[in-house]
């Protein structure tokens, strides 16, 4: 059956298109791409986490049985915060507002 693997990066993004037998596991059809692909080999920087594998958009479970379709995404740590950047947002923001009165 076939499914996709894709990785995203701050610059680049890739994404592939795997032939998987029945019954295979996420991190099977990680493996077989690390294997055959060289799937991450322009893309040193990503560790490949068994944790922060997900399908469709939904942190899953690397023991996950794949079905047809499904496309599967490693996802990378986060290099901010993101409850941060909102302040640091909304100190812009007030600023802007009280700059202008």
Known sequence: MKVELAAGFRDSQRLIELEVPEGATVWEAVSLALETKDFLADLPEH????????????????????????????????????????RELAKIERAKRNSVV
């Open 47 to 86: 560790p490949v986490d068994p944790s922060q594998v997900g399908i469709f958009g939904q942190l899953c479970p690397p023991d996950r049985v794949l079905q047809a379709g499904d496309r599967i995404e490693l996802y990378r740590p986060l290099t901010a915060d993101p409850k941060e950047i909102r």
